[in-house]
């Protein structure tokens, strides 16, 4: 073969790769669990029976976590790996962790954790199904998932560096707390919440405080009702802004305000929303807070502080 027909071939060869689509490392990094499963092995033909075995086989590489059937596990957990994704998928699937501990404690930085059809149970008296610590950092990403029965706020986020979360399709109900969103220095949390119920928890349904750390939470097609506390709370500090952003949502029948802003860099913007029936009132104004809105919410009960001022429609 001519040397003009190999560079041929050659770039060829090197065209067909380039137009093959990327396949990930851990295209083939799988762990499965099994309620039946045990040992350490993972694979589909031999499943082990634990988040941390499931963990545990992946790390340090990302991967995914199958539940072949719904699994129940009890144990508490650690996270201390980084730079890593992992997709959970559990259908009908609990872990309930033991108590006085989170079910799950992130403390590895930059990690991406999905976790699809779960139910988080604090039945056991674990503090709270999931806790970002100062060390943690990432993406948390919940869909179509529970968590009840804890007896602190659910979700605990109180990183020292950047973490974002979605929930989508969920329910936080009967909890000390809903969630609770406060960096540690240097730390800041985007939030986005989307068809979720924060329903009938002991304390307040959404916190923040950026007393360390900035906050932005946008909430949208949800209800956060029937909590003893404050619906949504937002406390400012010097570590910069705690915004709240409401559009299409139902703030009903909490014990305190519907939604609250304390302090100066505090701020919640609502748009098409219900306010009903908040004990008290549908909103509360401290500190210099803003909370404004854009004219087209609804108040049934008493308004409480009311708005601090309008936000024209675009």
């Known amino acids: 073969m001519t040397s003009m027909k190999l560079a041929k071939l050659c ?21 499965y669990l099994s309620a039946t499963g045990g040992g ?14 499931a963990f545990a086989s992946l790390v340090p590489n990302s991967g995914r976590i199958l539940c072949l059937d719904p699994v129940a596990d009890t144990q508490g957990f650690s996270l201390s790996a980084s730079n890593a994704a992992f997709d959970i998928d559990c259908p009908a699937g609990s872990w309930t962790g033991v108590a006085g501990v989170p079910v799950l404690n992130i403390v ?20 709270s199904a999931i806790k970002v610590g100062i060390n943690g950092s990432g993406t948390l990403i919940f869909e179509n998932c529970v968590f009840a029965n804890f007896s602190g706020p659910a979700l605990d986020i109180e990183p020292k560096a950047a973490v974002n979360v979605v929930i989508t399709n969920s329910r936080i109900s009967s909890n000390g707390a809903g969630v609770l969103l406060k960096p540690t220095a240097g730390g800041n949390i985007n939030v986005t919440v989307d068809h979720v119920r924060i329903t009938q928890n002991s304390g307040g349904g959404i916190k923040i405080d950026t007393t360390n750390g900035p906050v932005t939470t946008d909430l949208t097609d949800s209800e956060i009702s029937g909590n003893t506390s404050n619906g949504m709370n937002a406390v400012g500090g010097a570590g910069g802004p705690a915004m709240f952003s409401i559009s299409r949502s139902v703030i009903a029948k909490n014990g305190l305000a519907g939604v609250q802003v304390n302090g100066a860099t505090a701020a919640a ?10 004990a008290g009132g549908a909103t509360s104004v401290g500190g210099g807070g803003h909370l404004l809105t854009y004219g087209n919410n609804r108040i049934v009960g008493t308004a409480g502080s009311g708005f601090t001022g309008p936000a024209s429609l675009q």
Do not use: E, K, Y
């Open 269 to 278: 913007m609502i748009d098409t929303t219900l306010l009903d029936s908040n």
């Open 108 to 127: 590895g930085p930059n990690l991406t954790l999905t976790f699809r059809n779960m139910a988080f149970n604090g039945v056991g008296g674990a503090t």
């Open 40 to 53: 350490l092995a993972c694979t589909a033909a031999a499943p082990c029976a634990t988040f941390i075995d």
């Open 11 to 31: 770039f060829a060869i090197i065209t067909v790769a380039s137009c093959l689509p990327a396949q990930p490392s851990s295209a083939a990094n799988f762990a």
